[in-house]
T-cell receptor
Framework: KAGVTQTPRYLIKTRGQQVTLSCSPISGHRSVSWYQQTPGQGLQFLFEYFSETQRNKGNFPGRFSGRQFSNSRSEMNVSTLELGDSALYLC???????????????FGPGTRLTVL | TQLLEQSPQFLSIQEGENLTVYCNSSSVFSSLQWYRQEPGEGPVLLVTVVTGGEVKKLKRLTFQFGDARKDSSLHITAAQPGDTGLYLCAGLQMYSGGGADGLTFGKGTHLIIQP
């Protein structure tokens, strides 16, 4: 079974631009979560989607948005990029809507975004 | 304030030595997970502990969940260069009626095992 894939793997943008990142979950998984990872803050939750509906959202500004398609693939968009948005953006998939104590979340390799 | 505090932040030791890393919180968690992340990759789940006092072993790695389910430790025996990576703990807090908002991650421990 193929793992979680994310494209592109690396991206360089300039301040003020916008960016769209893509995530394809493991086949059969309908829950997709996005995280931002930085050296200073660690892994921070952005949002989670299940069956095209956003179920949870972390504490990030409205410049960060996402969506999920009917085939469970997900995209996240960051508008008006700032230097502080430079980070590794990770996507993770699960096969259930609700969390259980023994859930396994599978992460993709991430997209490394650099904002100049 | 970080909900899950991991210590140490950085650890560099020689191959063959033993080590312990910690994950502490003032909050109770329904379960706690440990992940390892290697450069250029996403985190990979190592273990999930659910019961207070639970101990799980994965080859040379021993994971323990505190009795009060507020803390956890990871002990590595006879560390090898292949153990090098970022070790992350993540906690899940379930609501009394079921469901959860998702995992909360610590900032991680950067572990380097030198040959």
């Amino acid at each position: 079974k193929a793992g979680v894939t994310q494209t592109p793997r690396y991206l360089i943008k300039t301040r003020g631009q916008q960016v769209t990142l893509s995530c394809s979950p493991i086949s059969g998984h309908r829950s997709v979560s996005w995280y931002q990872q930085t050296p200073g803050q660690g892994l921070q939750f952005l949002f989670e989607y299940f069956s095209e509906t956003q179920r949870n959202k972390g504490n990030f500004p409205g410049r960060f948005s996402g969506r999920q398609f009917s085939n469970s693939r997900s995209e996240m968009n960051v508008s008006t990029l700032e230097l502080g948005d430079s980070a590794l953006y990770l996507c993770a998939s699960r096969n259930r809507r609700d969390y259980t104590t023994t859930d396994t979340q599978y992460f993709g390799p991430g997209t490394r975004l650099t904002v100049l | 304030t970080q909900l899950l505090e991991q210590s140490p932040q950085f650890l560099s030791i020689q191959e063959g030595e033993n080590l312990t890393v910690y994950c502490n919180s003032s909050s109770v968690f329904s379960s706690l997970q440990w992940y390892r992340q290697e450069p250029g990759e996403g985190p990979v789940l190592l273990v999930t502990v659910v019961t207070g006092g639970e101990v799980k072993k994965l080859k040379r790695l021993t994971f323990q969940f505190g009795d009060a389910r507020k803390d956890s430790s990871l002990h590595i025996t006879a560390a090898q260069p292949g153990d090098t990576g970022l070790y992350l703990c993540a906690g899940l807090q379930m609501y009394s009626g079921g469901g959860a908002d998702g995992l909360t991650f610590g900032k991680g421990t950067h572990l380097i095992i030198q040959p």
